[in-house]
C-alpha cells in the first residue's frame, strides 16, 4: 500500500493506493484551518486499520503551518510502520489535478500578500517557483490557464487568462513525474521565515 496526503493549502486531502497504484481510498475536505485536528482522524477513517509500505507527504510551498503538520505526521507514520516515506511537489500536485496536457500555472497565495506562482508544461516539465507580488508574478506568468487559490488574483493583475479555483488531491500524487514525488521529506519554502535567528552580541 500507498499512503499520500498533503496539508499545504485549505484543504486536507489523503490516498490510499494499492500495490499496483489503484485508489483504494480516498479523503478531500477543504477546511481551511486546523489540520493539525483533522490529518490524524482522517487518515484513520482513511486507512480503516492498513498500513502503508510507502509514505508520499506533501512538503509545499504552502502553507508554513499546514507543511510542518503534514510533514511531521508523516515521519512519525513512517517510524511506525518501518515505511519508506518521500515528500511531493504540493504545486505539482494541484497542476496534475488538470484535465489535458497543455501548460498551466498554478498560483497559491503566499505570504504578505505575494502569489506563490509555477509553471508546468506537457511531459511533467516544470519551471523553477516563485513568490513575487500579484502585479510582478502577473507580468512573469506567460501561461494562459491559471489553478490555485490564488488564480483569480494573478488573471485579475494580468488582465487575461483563465482562472480556476482548484485544490490539491492526493488521489493524483501518483500521476505526478517520479522527480516530483521523489523529494526530500522536509518543507520546501517560497519565501525565507520572517522569524530570524537572534543574532550574538
Partial sequence: ??????TSSAACTAA???????IVAQRDEVIGRGHSERLVPMLAELLEGRT????????????????????AAAHGLAIGWDAELAGMSSLALLATGVEGSGEVAVAVAGGHGELVVQQF?????????FSLPPAEAAAATGVGLVV??????LVDARGWGEAREA????ANALKMPPAL???P???????????RPKQAA
Fill in 16 to 22: 490510499l493506493f494499492d500495490g499496483a497504484g489503484k
Fill in 148 to 153: 490555485g487559490s490564488g488564480a483569480r488574483q
Fill in 1 to 6: 500500500m500507498i499512503l499520500a496526503f498533503d
Fill in 167 to 170: 485544490w490539491p488531491s492526493a
Fill in 52 to 71: 502503508a509500505a510507502s509514505i508520499l507527504v506533501g512538503v509545499g510551498p504552502g502553507s508554513f503551518t499546514g507543511i510542518r503538520v503534514g510533514i
Fill in 185 to 195: 521529506p522536509k518543507p520546501v519554502y517560497a519565501r525565507a521565515p520572517d522569524a
Fill in 181 to 183: 514525488r521523489s523529494l
Fill in 121 to 129: 508544461g506537457g511531459f511533467g516539465s516544470a519551471r523553477d517557483f
